[in-house]
């Protein structure tokens, strides 16, 4: 199977840098709609869809490889190998950062910078740590998650989109969600928000730029203020918006922070 069917590769744009754009649970690269357009007039823009995602060939969906998110990690360097050409910027969302993060640990020389949005090495409090929820908080989602797919969808969409004032945005993820194949969607989701990965991010020297939201009940601002502390070479950024998805709550500020960050790098 080739890489391109396996992860729905499309390219935009041919500049001489490349940019990653990489989503998070549950969707799919139609997330970067607002913002790709305007990078493919300057870089070579790649979008992909993680596999079990979106049209990602769901018969690769291998459940021992994707048992952690390494088996992503993976497939991000068999993207970046094939399609990139010159500096490359990976962008993620949410979980797609840790993906992101997990690949340059393993090759840094394939990357020039990461910028994650909406990031956290994990979800669930523990101790000082602040991930967002309880442990129990995390068991009655994936409960839900298990029990009743559609449901779990109707009520998490609203809590992940955020942004009350444009409702149009959590009707498109609730329909996103809806679409996945479940059985895949609650394999993927149990290994997302289950996933601690704090132990890694030392170990990432990829220049990072970090941009968090300021309400975020996903990824609140004490996870942002983590990773800054704790990944080398990070700046943090903080966008007004409430929910976790800014590049579409919010994607004129979102388009800038990355270019900006993208330009500095490249200087």
């Known amino acids: 199977m080739s890489i391109q069917h396996r992860n ?3 390219c935009h744009g041919d500049g001489a840098a490349t940019v990653m754009l990489v989503h998070g649970y549950g969707c799919d690269q139609h997330m970067w709609r607002f913002i790709y357009p305007a990078l493919a007039r300057r870089y070579k823009v790649v979008l992909l869809d993680l596999v079990g995602c979106g049209e990602s060939h769901l018969g690769a969906y291998d459940r021992d490889k994707y048992a952690t998110l390494h088996g992503h990690a993976e497939d991000m360097l068999d993207v970046i190998s094939l399609y990139a050409t010159g500096p490359v910027f990976f962008v993620g969302h949410s979980v797609g950062a840790t993906i992101g993060m997990l690949a340059s640990i ?3 020389e394939k990357f ?3 910028i994650m949005i909406g990031p956290s090495p994990c979800y ?3 101790g000082d740590y602040v991930g967002g929820f309880n442990p129990e908080d995390i068991d009655g989602v994936l409960q839900l998650l298990d029990a009743d797919y559609l449901e779990w969808a109707r009520r998490m969409a609203p809590v992940i989109m955020g942004a009350p004032a444009q409702p149009h945005l959590s009707a498109e993820l609730k329909a996103r969600f ?3 194949d479940r059985d895949i969607a609650r394999h993927f989701g149990r290994v997302t928000f289950t996933s601690d990965h704090r132990a890694d991010v030392p170990k990432c020297t990829v220049p990072s730029l970090i941009l968090q939201c300021s309400d975020d009940l996903i990824a609140p ?3 942002g203020d983590y990773l800054h502390r704790h990944l080398p070479a990070s700046k943090l950024a903080a966008i007004t918006n409430t929910g976790h998805c800014p590049h579409l709550s919010e994607p004129d500020v979102s388009y800038r922070l990355i270019s900006s960050y993208m ?5």
Not at 263 to 267: F, G, K, N, Q, V
Request: hydrophobic share 50%.
């Open 106 to 108: 393993v090759a840094p």
């Open 263 to 267: 330009e500095e790098i490249l200087a």
């Open 124 to 126: 669930i409090n523990d």
């Open 178 to 180: 809806e679409r996945n």
């Open 221 to 223: 601002r004490e996870v």
């Open 8 to 10: 729905n590769v499309l």
């Open 112 to 114: 020039a910078a990461h």
